[in-house]
């Protein structure tokens, strides 16, 4: 049974654009959290920090790309939503597995 | 604001009253700005911009980093290194500061050239021109006053370079010059000097010049494409408002640029060289920083030694002063690179010579350079860039058509053109700009490629000729022919692969003629 809400997998990026504006507001708040959490003396605070950050900065980015394409009704690339995606994750992977 | 619009905001939500109240006071729905045409949301157009959000990211670390930093000779090594290991993120923001330091001298450079190229000097933007190359100036200016202020035995000694050429200079601009930056002479007026010229002389001309030139800009609006707007579709002519779409797209180049700057930090951090004093620095070669590297290195010509010192940043001067003063010399009416062959040839000399000097300088440090050598590598690449583009414009860009005046930017003139434009599908127009871009910068790659193999070759040749005959000279010499090979290969399929649309080269050349036939 199909869910009340629930996305097809054929959506396009212009159909699900919305929640994924959302879905990057969560990743920017967790990453602002996580920014707080870092021990800013060791170099590896640093390096987090930078990460987390970069982070932030390209959540941020794709939000306004998306929002710009949608209301002016434009097409989305693909290929930059999931490159932007991919180095989020890249991102969270290298400062998650960095010791502490 | 009306008194039923008033109550309008009154009964809102908190949200809409608060929106309301700012939007009263500070006018944030009046237009103040003139809308930007579609064509300009391309990063192109916003080097300049991104140059600013690079000063932004300047300001904000380097006020923090003021906190903690002291202006003596006794003291300056000492915060700069307390700063680095005491400080929250210290490392962090020397870094940051430092690589976006480099990335505005970067950005300020490209956004030059790029005006160069598509003659944005122009009627009636010649005084933008020149305040922003004024901007350009100061920005070296940020460089060159920063770099003394870690009091490091790198930066110190670079300094002195620095100042030791502008003693070079004719006496009244020395003099200048040296009250200046130097003020008696002692270390400690020259740091405190140095340190008030970059924290706040500078900060405070290049915002006044800043605000004259975002005047200027609003004034004329962004300058139209250099090949004209006939051939853009309806879609790029039309406008876009300053807020949300440009806004928007500014804060997104800002934010790609600021993530960018965070990945080169953790990638390449910077280490504190060791405390400056007359000891440790006769270890160390004296060498300007990368962006003066290539004003040095013509100082390193054997030739402008000693007295022709002088000779040399008079024809260092003679090039910046052109370039300050170009809309007065390139006077022509058309902006299309295709009419300006000599300027586009010229440019792309400069940019040739400034990328080979650059690379030249960080391989030979503190070493002098023959005269022989000299010629040799730089005419070398002059004559290589200008025989490229000799045989670009003749064999290339002869048959396309010379389209692009000089356009206002304003929004009637783009209005205007657009009842003229003939029908084009813009699906095929945007495949085609792609695959334009794509063939532009795979030429620019194989342009720079081939520039410096060139260069190699020659910088061998010259070696045999000073040194004779050696197995590394041999190798460098070969390394730099296949190179070359390699570059020659990759253009003639780019070529072939260029003419395969239109056809121009096949029915130039009689080799591809008969592989036409044949094929036939």
């Known amino acids: 049974m199909k869910r009340r809400g629930s996305i097809p997998w054929s959506a396009t990026i212009e159909e699900i654009g919305e929640r994924l504006i959302a879905l990057l507001l969560v990743v920017e708040a967790i990453s602002v959290v996580l920014l707080w959490t870092l021990n800013s003396y060791t170099s590896q605070g640093q390096t987090a920090f930078a990460l987390y950050l970069g982070v932030d900065f390209i959540s941020f980015a794709m939000m306004s790309y998306l929002y710009r394409n949608l209301e002016n009704e434009e097409p989305i690339s693909r290929l930059l939503v999931i490159a932007g995606c991919l180095f989020i994750a890249a991102c969270f992977f290298v400062g998650f597995a960095l010791p502490s | 604001m009306t008194g039923q619009e008033s109550s309008k905001g009154k009964t809102g939500g908190i949200a809409e009253r608060l929106v309301g109240f700012f939007d009263d006071r500070l006018g944030l729905n009046y237009e103040m700005l003139r809308p930007a045409p579609q064509y300009s949301i391309n990063p192109f157009y916003w080097l300049g911009a991104l140059a600013v959000v690079a000063f932004i990211i300047q300001g904000v670390t380097g006020v923090m980093m003021m906190l903690y930093y002291t202006p003596t000779p006794t003291q300056a090594y000492a915060s700069t290194q307390y700063i680095f290991q005491n400080v929250s993120y210290g490392t962090f923001l020397e870094t940051v500061h430092l690589y976006t330091a480099y990335a505005m001298i970067m950005l300020a450079f490209l956004h030059m050239m790029r005006g160069y190229f598509v003659s944005v000097h122009k009627r009636p933007r010649e005084i933008m021109w020149i305040v922003g190359m004024m901007m350009g100036f100061i920005t070296l200016g940020f460089g060159f006053t920063g ?177 300050t003063v170009l809309p007065f010399i390139d006077r022509g009416k058309s902006r299309s690179f295709l009419v300006r062959k000599w300027f586009v040839t010229l440019g792309a000399i400069f940019v040739a010579e400034v990328l080979v000097l650059t690379v030249w300088g960080l391989e030979t440090p503190g070493k002098i350079i023959p005269n022989e050598q000299a010629v040799l590598v730089l005419g070398g690449t002059a004559l290589l860039v200008a025989l490229f583009s000799a045989g670009t414009y003749r064999m290339v860009f002869r048959r396309l058509p010379k389209t692009g005046s000089m356009g206002t930017g304003s929004p009637s003139v783009t209005v205007r053109a657009a009842g003229a434009a003939p029908a084009v599908d813009p699906a095929m127009t945007s495949s085609l700009k792609k695959a334009g871009l794509w063939t532009s910068g795979i030429f620019v790659l194989l342009l720079g490629a081939g520039v410096f193999c060139i260069s190699g070759a020659f910088s061998a040749m010259a070696k045999v000729i000073e040194g004779g005959l050696s197995a590394g000279a041999l190798v460098s010499f070969g390394e730099s022919m296949a190179g070359l090979a390699l570059v020659a290969l990759a253009s003639s399929y780019l070529l072939y692969r260029l003419d395969l649309g239109s056809g121009m080269i096949r029915r130039k050349v009689r080799a591809f003629e008969f592989g036409w036939r044949w094929k036939e």
Do not use: C
């Open chain 2, 147 to 323: 770099y003394l202020l870690p009091w490091t035995v790198v930066s110190k000694s670079a300094t002195d370079v620095g100042i030791g050429m502008m003693s070079a200079l004719p006496p009244p601009i020395a003099n200048f010059l040296n009250f200046l930056v130097t003020g008696s002479g002692a270390d400690s007026a020259v740091i405190l000097r140095f340190y008030d010229l970059h924290v706040v002389v500078l900060p405070a001309a290049l915002l006044l010049l800043l605000a004259l030139k975002m005047y200027i800009l609003e004034t004329h609006g962004v300058a139209d494409p250099a090949r004209g707007v006939e051939s853009l579709t309806e879609k790029k002519k039309g406008l876009v408002p300053i807020f949300p779409d440009v806004t928007f797209y500014l804060l997104e180049l800002a934010a790609l640029f600021g993530s960018a700057m965070m990945l080169i930090s953790i990638a390449f951090p910077i280490n504190l060289p060791p405390e400056y004093s007359p000891l440790v620095a006769s270890q160390y070669v004296s060498q300007p920083d990368w962006y003066f590297l290539w004003i040095y290195q013509v100082l390193k010509i054997h030739i402008f030694e000693g007295p022709g010192l002088n000779i040399a940043l008079g024809l260092v001067s003679v090039v910046f002063v052109a370039l």
